[in-house]
Every structure is written in structure tokens, then in C-alpha cells.
């Protein structure tokens, strides 16, 4: 938005704690990480449920993470319990703004547009009442906006001229918020592209994002707002993308300082500075938002450091635990301090994720999914952000050599369009096209009891577990009509589908399918709950409630046969981490892991749509795991 989305003010009575994690959610909304800013609301919530502040932030988090129609709930629940002020009834109306844009045209649209100039107004009318200056400008543009919007120009300049005195009087007289002058300026341009005046918006553009610093959340809504006026008016607005440029995200690999003993050499140490030279000139001139990228000695720790004494965050994956990491591929060499290094980094990360509790694995597997969640993370960063994706690679040029390597994620980023800077190691030969990596590691387990080898592959596979809601409710008549209906119509959908699952397993009224990517899997998935929901169950003998939820995961997991059975196996830790997921899902939705959704941004699917649900206690006390919803995305009409 243009105008400030309100960081409300406290109770009568809040305690200094509440006023504090308050302060750290907003910094974090304000630094364009929704996500981060959610968790940290839900825990604050656990102590203080009842916090006016706090539930209006976790509604800001859901609008900015997607999570729109949750948002609006969050709002109107506040709303309906006498929250009047002009923060609720300002976030509130922003919800149903981007509920309006995500629709198609027609009635609902329209009710939704209606209801935001409505409830802006509302907002605005209340402001001004209260004498409330940061929270008059912040409603009465987005109501000018909405007016403009729904066709009522002559109000919309009108609240443009109000607001413009209102932004005026709060920089002349520092009545805005403490210490915050971006804001007004950013609100004085919307109102000029309102009234026409395109110079003088550009003017005020440009000072609010000198103003800005690294609050990049704030300058992101600010120009989708921006956008949404200039498309409306019939303004290209290609000068805005130059006004308001964002730095990109950025995702990095490289290969590690070249172990004691190495046959072949590619990245000695004693070329360590250089590298480090040339990685910190390319990063110096992206100045980036974020990295994103794992912790190995070498090119890791190298782009790491960088990108932290240039000021951006660090985000660092994991394929499993700090120790075990950093003793297979970290503490390489004595000389270097290697140790220390990724232990400081750590420390300063912004975020540390731990893909897999499990100590290293035989394989390679555990390496090319670690790059996909790497890669999908920074991927729905940028999306979020609005602003580009670029990646840095410290290579010797040589085609992968198998899984989870420098050659093969590089692949990966090439197949997606990631723009790439190569950091060239090694012998400096012109770099080839690299070959995609296999998608297999090859293990082998023993029989204790016959002797007997079983070979097993270890593939990255999306998996999907799902369960009829309503089955234990079934009287012992229904059964057979169950498996007569409900199953069939599953039966039906299975033969109808495109979507086809390469491995299905039935127990009773549940469903353990394995796909080959996610796309599939998740039109699947959708295209099943729409048809489950879609049926009257009453008419043919059943509860009219019957219904089913599915959950997604996308992860390693071994693949074979069953010793007993002589059937196709496919089993392994994030098999059970799927199996928690469907639990948890509400009745007639589709829920997936934070790492389906990384995957599947990483295959670049963009025909899905995933709101953030947030860190959520899966079944049988498996632990935690951020969920997404999924849905299928809406482009509206050109």
C-alpha cells in the first residue's frame, strides 16, 4: 500500500512484553518477511490471546503472505467485537480490496471493491474524528484509491486533496509516527498520481524510498499499490520499476575448499582471497536483500560472509544437523578457521533450517533436495518481495558429477531462467552447458536374517496421504454403500484424471499415493477434493458431511520392494511426516509442507497458488512444520 497499513496501538493496559514482541513483528513486516513476522505473532498470542495489537499484526502477516481470506476472517471476528478504530477497519478494507482483485469480474468483485471504499471511509471518517493523523492519511488514500477504483473520480480527488494536507501537517509537525517520515512521503505521491500530477509523484516516490533503508516489506506494497493506479489510468509505469527498484533475493552454491590430499585440483586455498574478491564485487553491485544457501567450507561460508558485511540477511538450509554438518563438510582443512566461521554465521543467520534430523544419509539425494528447498525458498521470498531472484555460483564449469553438486543445481537455475553471475575455480576452461545430475542415489540394505541384499534407490518423491472425514461415524449398513459410492466415485476420478499417481496404497477410508512432481500431485489433489465435495452423499445413503482432506510433502524417501508382499515400496521418514499432515487439515481443504511448496516454486509451477498457514503441531506429537493451504492461482482476465 501507499499509506501506511496501521501498526495499531496498544490496549489501555499492555504489558511491556506485548509492546515489545509487537515492535519485533512489525520490523519484521516492515523488512518484508511475513512469514518470520507470523510465527513470532502466534507465539506472542499463546500468552496475550486477547491483545487488540497482536491480532491485528497476525491479520497483517496472513494479507501479506497470501493468506488473504484468513486475513479478512481475523478482521471482521475483530470487528464484530467492537473494534472500530481506524487500524482494524483500515486492514480490514485491505483485505477486501485484494479479495476484489483476485476475483474475476463480476457480483463478487464488485461487493468486495464496495466494501473496501465503504470501510476506508469508515476508517477515515473515524481518524478524523479521533484527530488521529497517521491513521487518517493511511485510510483516506486507500479510500481515494477505492473511489477511483469503482468510478467515482470527483470524491477521489477530493479525499486526494484532504490527504495531502493531513501528510503535509505530519511532516511539518512530526505527527505521524515516531521516526517515520516514509510513510507521508509515500502517501503525498499516491495522492498526486490520483490527481494526476505523475512529475510531482515520481518527486515524492523517489524521497520516500531514500527514507525507506531496508524496510523493502514497506516499499514492495507500496509500489504493487502504485501499480494497480497506473494500470488503472492506462499508465505503462515503466518509470516506476526505476524509482522504486528493489534489490534482488539471491541464492548461492560453490563447490568446497579442496580437501587435504585432493587428486584433482579446483578450489585450493591458497586462491581463497581472490574468490572471495570476486564474489564480493558481484554481491556488492546486486546489494541484495537476502541470501539464501547452505553453510559448506568454501564458496558457502565465502558468499555468507559477504552478503552479511554488505548488510543483507542470511538464510541458511541445511541437509541435516549443525554438527554432523559441519564435521562432514566444514572442519575440511585445519587452516582457515572454517569452524569458527560457520559457527559466527550461524549465530547471525536471520533463519537456520534444518531439512533432516537424520545424521548424513548414504547417498546423494539429501544434497539435490537440499538445493530444491534452497532454491524454492528464495524463490517465494522474491515472489513475495516483488522483485528478482539471482544467483551466484563459485564453479570450475564441469558438468554435474551427480546429485545435490554445484553442476547440478546450477541446472536447476539455468532450466528456470535465474540469471546466474559465475564465480569461475579450477582450470578456467570456458564453462559448457551443464548435464542435469541423475534423480537417484543408489543405496543397498542387508538382511540380517537371510543374507540376502535388497537394493533400494533413494528418490526425491512428493507424496500424498488422504482420509475420508466421516468414516468412523458410519453405521455397519453404510460400509458397503461407503465402498459402493465414495470409493468408486475416487475410482472414477482416478481413471478421468491426467494426474496420475505412480505408486497407490488403500487402507479402510485413507490413501498413501506417490507422485513424480508436485504439479501433478497438487492438481491431483485438487482436482479430488473438488469432486469429493461436489457429490450429495445424502442421496445415495451416506452423511451429507462426508467428506475427505489430503495433505502433501515432497522429500526423500527409499524406494523398493516389500520383502513380504513382493510389492513397490516407497518408505522412509518423510513418508511419516506426510502421514502427520493429513490429520491436521480441515475437512475439504489441501494442506502441503513448507518444503512441497519450496519444491514445487523451484520447478517453477506457477499455476499453484499456496497461503501460509504457519508453524503447526502435526499428529501424534511429530513435532512442528510450517504449512502452506494450497489452491489453484487466479490470473484475472487481461
Same mark, same amino acid.
Given at each position: 500500500?501507499?499509506?501506511?497499513?496501521?501498526?495499531?496501538?496498544?490496549?489501555?493496559?499492555?504489558?511491556?512484553?506485548?509492546?515489545?514482541?509487537?515492535? $519485533?513483528?512489525?520490523?519484521?513486516?516492515?523488512?518484508?518477511?511475513? #512469514?518470520?513476522?507470523?510465527?513470532?505473532?502466534?507465539?506472542?498470542?499463546?500468552?496475550?490471546?486477547?491483545?487488540?495489537? &497482536?491480532?491485528?499484526?497476525?491479520?497483517?502477516?496472513?494479507?501479506?503472505?497470501?493468506?488473504?481470506?484468513?486475513?479478512?476472517?481475523?478482521?471482521?471476528?475483530?470487528?464484530?467485537?467492537? @473494534?472500530?478504530?481506524?487500524?482494524?477497519?483500515?486492514?480490514?478494507?485491505?483485505?477486501?480490496?485484494?479479495?476484489?482483485?483476485?476475483?474475476?469480474?463480476?457480483?463478487?468483485?464488485?461487493?468486495?471493491?464496495?466494501?473496501?471504499?465503504?470501510?476506508?471511509?469508515?476508517?477515515?471518517?473515524?481518524?478524523?474524528?479521533?484527530?488521529?493523523?497517521?491513521?487518517?492519511?493511511?485510510?483516506?488514500?486507500?479510500?481515494?484509491?477505492?473511489?477511483?477504483?469503482?468510478?467515482?473520480?470527483?470524491?477521489?480527488?477530493?479525499?486526494?486533496?484532504?490527504?495531502?494536507?493531513?501528510?503535509?501537517?505530519?511532516?511539518?509537525?512530526? @505527527?505521524?509516527?515516531?521516526?517515520?517520515?516514509?510513510?507521508?512521503?509515500?502517501?503525498?505521491?499516491?495522492?498526486?498520481?490520483?490527481?494526476?500530477?505523475?512529475?510531482?509523484?515520481?518527486?515524492?516516490?523517489?524521497?520516500?524510498?531514500?527514507?525507506? !533503508?531496508?524496510?523493502?516489506?514497506?516499499?514492495?506494497?507500496?509500489?504493487?499499490?502504485?501499480?494497480?493506479? &497506473?494500470?488503472?489510468? !492506462?499508465?505503462?509505469?515503466?518509470?516506476?520499476?526505476?524509482?522504486?527498484?528493489?534489490?534482488?533475493?539471491?541464492?548461492?552454491?560453490?563447490?568446497?575448499?579442496?580437501?587435504?590430499?585432493?587428486?584433482?585440483? /579446483?578450489?585450493?586455498?591458497?586462491?581463497?582471497?581472490?574468490?572471495?574478491?570476486?564474489?564480493?564485487?558481484?554481491?556488492?553491485?546486486?546489494?541484495?536483500?537476502?541470501?539464501?544457501?547452505?553453510?559448506?567450507?568454501?564458496?558457502?561460508?565465502?558468499?555468507?560472509?559477504?552478503?552479511?558485511?554488505?548488510?543483507?540477511?542470511?538464510?541458511?538450509?541445511?541437509?541435516?544437523?549443525?554438527?554432523? %554438518?559441519?564435521?562432514?563438510?566444514?572442519?575440511?582443512?585445519?587452516?582457515?578457521?572454517?569452524?569458527?566461521?560457520?559457527?559466527?554465521?550461524?549465530?547471525?543467520?536471520?533463519?537456520?533450517?534444518?531439512?533432516?534430523?537424520?545424521?548424513?544419509?548414504?547417498?546423494?539425494?539429501?544434497?539435490?533436495?537440499?538445493?530444491?528447498?534452497?532454491?524454492?525458498?528464495?524463490?517465494?521470498?522474491?515472489?513475495? &518481495?516483488?522483485?528478482?531472484?539471482?544467483?551466484?555460483?563459485?564453479?570450475?564449469?564441469?558438468?554435474?558429477?551427480?546429485?545435490?553438486?554445484?553442476?547440478?543445481?546450477?541446472?536447476?537455475?539455468? $532450466?528456470?531462467?535465474?540469471?546466474?553471475?559465475?564465480?569461475?575455480?579450477?582450470?578456467?576452461?570456458?564453462?559448457?552447458?551443464?548435464?542435469?545430475?541423475?534423480?537417484?542415489?543408489?543405496?543397498?540394505?542387508?538382511?540380517?536374517?537371510?543374507?540376502?541384499?535388497?537394493?533400494?534407490?533413494?528418490?526425491?518423491?512428493?507424496?500424498?496421504?488422504?482420509?475420508?472425514?466421516?468414516?468412523?461415524?458410519?453405521?455397519?449398513?453404510?460400509?458397503? #454403500?461407503?465402498?459402493?459410492?465414495?470409493?468408486?466415485?475416487?475410482?472414477?476420478?482416478?481413471? /478421468?484424471?491426467?494426474?496420475?499417481?505412480?505408486?497407490?496404497?488403500?487402507?479402510? $477410508?485413507?490413501?498413501?499415493?506417490?507422485?513424480?512432481?508436485?504439479?501433478?500431485?497438487?492438481?491431483?489433489?485438487?482436482?479430488?477434493?473438488?469432486?469429493?465435495?461436489?457429490?450429495?452423499?445424502?442421496?445415495?445413503?451416506?452423511?451429507?458431511? &462426508?467428506?475427505?482432506?489430503?495433505?502433501?510433502? @515432497?522429500?526423500?524417501? %527409499?524406494?523398493?520392494?516389500?520383502?513380504?508382499?513382493?510389492?513397490?515400496?516407497?518408505?522412509?521418514?518423510?513418508?511419516?511426516?506426510?502421514?502427520?499432515?493429513?490429520?491436521?487439515?480441515?475437512?475439504?481443504?489441501?494442506?502441503?509442507?513448507?518444503?512441497?511448496?519450496?519444491?514445487?516454486?523451484?520447478?517453477?509451477?506457477?499455476?499453484?497458488?499456496?497461503?501460509?498457514?504457519?508453524?503447526?503441531?502435526?499428529?501424534?506429537?511429530?513435532?512442528?512444520?510450517?504449512?502452506?493451504?494450497?489452491?489453484?492461482? %487466479?490470473?484475472?482476465?487481461?
Amino acid at each position: 500500500m501507499a499509506a501506511p497499513e496501521p501498526f495499531p496501538g496498544s490496549n489501555d493496559v499492555t504489558p511491556e512484553e506485548v509492546a515489545t514482541a509487537a515492535a $519485533d513483528a512489525e520490523e519484521l513486516l516492515r523488512s518484508g518477511e511475513p #512469514l518470520l513476522a507470523y510465527d513470532a505473532i502466534q507465539q506472542s498470542l499463546e500468552k496475550w490471546p486477547e491483545d487488540r495489537r &497482536l491480532r491485528q499484526l497476525r491479520g497483517l502477516a496472513l494479507a501479506r503472505s497470501g493468506a488473504v481470506r484468513r486475513a479478512n476472517e481475523e478482521l471482521l471476528a475483530l470487528r464484530e467485537e467492537g @473494534c472500530e478504530d481506524g487500524e482494524t477497519l483500515g486492514l480490514l478494507a485491505r483485505t477486501h480490496k485484494d479479495l476484489a482483485l483476485a476475483s474475476s469480474p463480476g457480483p463478487d468483485r464488485d461487493q468486495h471493491l464496495k466494501a473496501a471504499f465503504d470501510i476506508y471511509s469508515a476508517g477515515y471518517r473515524e481518524s478524523v474524528r479521533r484527530d488521529a493523523i497517521a491513521d487518517g492519511y493511511y485510510t483516506g488514500i486507500n479510500a481515494a484509491t477505492m473511489a477511483l477504483l469503482v468510478g467515482n473520480g470527483e470524491s477521489a480527488c477530493e479525499l486526494a486533496t484532504d490527504v495531502q494536507e493531513i501528510c503535509k501537517l505530519a511532516i511539518r509537525e512530526d @505527527c505521524g509516527r515516531p521516526g517515520d517520515t516514509y510513510w507521508p512521503q509515500a502517501t503525498l505521491a499516491e495522492a498526486a498520481l490520483i490527481l494526476g500530477d505523475r512529475e510531482t509523484a515520481q518527486e515524492y516516490y523517489a524521497t520516500a524510498v531514500s527514507l525507506a !533503508g531496508t524496510h523493502y516489506g514497506d516499499i514492495s506494497s507500496t509500489r504493487h499499490q502504485a501499480r494497480l493506479l &497506473l494500470e488503472h489510468i !492506462g499508465d505503462s509505469g515503466e518509470w516506476l520499476d526505476e524509482v522504486m527498484q528493489l534489490p534482488p533475493v539471491v541464492a548461492y552454491t560453490g563447490h568446497m575448499i579442496d580437501a587435504q590430499g585432493r587428486a584433482e585440483t /579446483r578450489f585450493p586455498p591458497e586462491i581463497e582471497s581472490a574468490v572471495r574478491a570476486d564474489i564480493y564485487g558481484r554481491l556488492e553491485r546486486l546489494k541484495p536483500v537476502a541470501a539464501y544457501g547452505s553453510a559448506a567450507c568454501g564458496a558457502d561460508i565465502l558468499c555468507l560472509e559477504c552478503v552479511q558485511e554488505l548488510g543483507g540477511e542470511l538464510h541458511i538450509v541445511l541437509p541435516f544437523g549443525p554438527d554432523a %554438518f559441519r564435521t562432514q563438510s566444514v572442519d575440511l582443512r585445519p587452516e582457515g578457521r572454517w569452524g569458527e566461521r560457520f559457527e559466527r554465521l550461524l549465530e547471525n543467520a536471520k533463519e537456520v533450517l534444518v531439512i533432516s534430523q537424520r545424521p548424513p544419509p548414504i547417498g546423494e539425494s539429501i544434497f539435490e533436495y537440499n538445493n530444491l528447498i534452497l532454491t524454492g525458498l528464495a524463490k517465494l521470498r522474491a515472489q513475495m &518481495l516483488d522483485t528478482d531472484l539471482h544467483g551466484i555460483a563459485v564453479w570450475d564449469g564441469k558438468p554435474a558429477a551427480g546429485e545435490g553438486g554445484t553442476g547440478s543445481i546450477v541446472s536447476l537455475w539455468r $532450466d528456470a531462467g535465474i540469471p546466474l553471475d559465475h564465480v569461475m575455480v579450477g582450470d578456467g576452461a570456458a564453462p559448457p552447458e551443464p548435464v542435469a545430475a541423475p534423480t537417484t542415489g543408489r543405496l543397498t540394505r542387508q538382511s540380517r536374517e537371510s543374507g540376502d541384499t535388497w537394493a533400494f534407490e533413494y528418490k526425491i518423491e512428493t507424496m500424498l496421504f488422504a482420509d475420508a472425514v466421516g468414516y468412523s461415524r458410519l453405521t455397519e449398513d453404510q460400509i458397503p #454403500l461407503f465402498f459402493d459410492s465414495y470409493a468408486r466415485s475416487i475410482a472414477d476420478f482416478n481413471q /478421468r484424471t491426467p494426474c496420475k499417481p505412480v505408486h497407490v496404497e488403500t487402507a479402510g $477410508d485413507g490413501m498413501y499415493m506417490v507422485f513424480d512432481d508436485p504439479e501433478t500431485a497438487a492438481r491431483y489433489a485438487l482436482g479430488l477434493s473438488e469432486r469429493i465435495n461436489g457429490e450429495d452423499w445424502a442421496s445415495k445413503g451416506l452423511p451429507h458431511d &462426508l467428506n475427505m482432506r489430503i495433505g502433501l510433502h @515432497c522429500g526423500p524417501v %527409499f524406494v523398493g520392494r516389500d520383502p513380504i508382499t513382493g510389492l513397490p515400496l516407497y518408505t522412509g521418514n518423510h513418508t511419516s511426516r506426510t502421514a502427520r499432515i493429513e490429520p491436521i487439515t480441515p475437512p475439504g481443504l489441501v494442506y502441503a509442507s513448507s518444503a512441497f511448496a519450496a519444491v514445487a516454486a523451484a520447478h517453477d509451477i506457477e499455476s499453484l497458488h499456496f497461503s501460509y498457514i504457519g508453524r503447526t503441531q502435526l499428529a501424534k506429537d511429530y513435532g512442528v512444520l510450517p504449512l502452506y493451504h494450497v489452491k489453484e492461482r %487466479f490470473r484475472p482476465p487481461s
